[in-house]
């Protein structure tokens, strides 16, 4: 059996696969977008690159195969053919994990059985050692067997989750993920020479994020990965990514970004993450109320992931403070607003309709980010004036 020409799969929350696939063509690598998935034409060398540099993707997976599996036997047949020995060492600490949807083999714990059997024998098989246990003492392989209509996609995560972008060992009660928080920001009108509001900081994500956005950090570049201890991907694709990372951040260029909270501790909290992330001189930490802001430029971006629902007691504590925001956020038309909730009377509290509104989800809550766009910034190569003759 060949293996997929699609050979990996950027997996994406749903409602940002565009933007994990504009992050994929920006780094020169061809793709297709489907829900929740980024297709990319790659070859193994480039799991590194595209690993080290995705913001919005959550894994990178290894695309092993595709093909349809109706029965038991099919499925297991298609596995055992595939080149396990090319991918993995005798002492792969390797896993199944399932997933069936709209397919005839629905029993996800029979579909992982047959799957991993048929693994272990082709293992045993290409390394001639019928009969012998594997160790799965070595590097590990988390392997999925995803049907969908009845196709068999086999696929092996290279990353683990890509938003443990290692600066955030402790976090608020309702955390945003790092993933999240970075396609609200690519979301904005927000440029690196502008100043940004993080409003209801917590445990600093959003301004961590856009502090290393601002500076060209990449996402990935303090943590580790399944694939990198994998011998079927050279160790200088690993090295070439890391020299890249370093080579392309901007370690000391200025930034005007603010993280506010009404809470000390988070205030505490979202500064020692940014320590850890290497970030800390590139933001200014503020223990204040949301709506007591008074930003002095004329133009920026205001963003915040605010308390809702899940996350205040009641339903007149949310409408106050939705009201008292919005108030003030109208006294400076040149900042664009950008707001993430589950609220469903937001646009009314806040006092107005939102320019534009899109749906994502935090974790599993679904949620709408509204967004207010700002008088547009005068550039002075495009909007100066002629001077009159």
């Avoid at 047959?114 to 293992?123: D, Q």
């Amino acid at each position: 059996m060949q293996m997929a020409k699609r050979k990996l799969i950027a997996t994406a929350a749903m409602g940002i696969e565009a933007l994990v696939a504009k992050e994929v063509r920006d780094l020169g690598y061809m793709c297709e977008v489907e829900n929740g998935r980024i297709y990319i034409d790659a070859e193994m060398e480039d799991i590194p690159r595209l690993n080290m540099w995705l913001r919005t993707a959550d894994r990178v997976k290894l695309v092993v195969a595709e093909f349809k599996a109706t029965t038991f036997t099919e499925l297991f047949d298609g596995v055992v053919a595939l080149p396990w020995t090319d991918l993995m060492p005798w002492d792969a600490a390797f896993t199944v994990d399932g997933r069936s949807v709209k397919s005839k083999l629905f029993s996800i714990r029979d579909c992982q059985k047959i799957t991993e059997k048929a693994i272990v024998e082709a293992m045993q098989r290409g390394y001639r050692k019928e009969g012998e246990w594997l160790p799965k003492s070595g590097a590990k392989f988390p392997i999925e067997v995803a049907l969908l209509k009845d196709v068999a996609t086999i696929t092996i995560d290279t990353s683990g989750p890509l938003h443990r972008r290692g600066y955030r060992e402790l976090h608020s009660q309702a955390p945003l993920k790092e993933t999240m928080a970075a396609a609200m920001i690519q979301l904005t009108n927000w440029r690196p020479d502008m100043p940004f509001y993080d409003v209801f900081t917590g445990s600093g994500t959003l301004a961590i994020e856009a502090a290393m956005i601002g500076r060209n950090i990449a996402p990935g570049i303090n943590r580790e990965y399944f694939a990198q201890d994998w011998t079927c991907i050279p160790k200088k694709a690993w090295y070439a990514a890391i020299n890249e990372a370093n080579e392309k951040a901007e370690w000391d260029k200025p930034l005007k970004i603010y993280g506010i909270d009404l809470d000390p501790r988070m205030v505490k909290l979202a500064k020692d993450n940014a320590e850890l992330a290497d970030v800390r001189d590139a933001i200014t930490f503020v223990h204040s109320d949301a709506a007591a802001l008074k930003p002095k430029e004329e133009y920026g971006v205001i963003i915040g992931n605010p308390p809702y629902g899940e996350r205040l007691q009641s339903e007149e504590e949310i409408i106050d403070l939705y009201e008292r925001i919005g108030e003030q956020y109208a006294k400076y038309p040149g900042y664009s607003v950008y707001m993430l909730t589950s609220y469903e009377d937001f646009e009314k509290a806040y006092g107005r309709p939102a320019t534009k509104r899109r749906k994502l989800y935090n974790g599993n809550i679904e949620t709408q980010y509204y967004q207010y766009f700002g008088k547009r910034r005068p550039r002075p190569d495009r909007d100066a004036k002629p001077k009159s003759e």
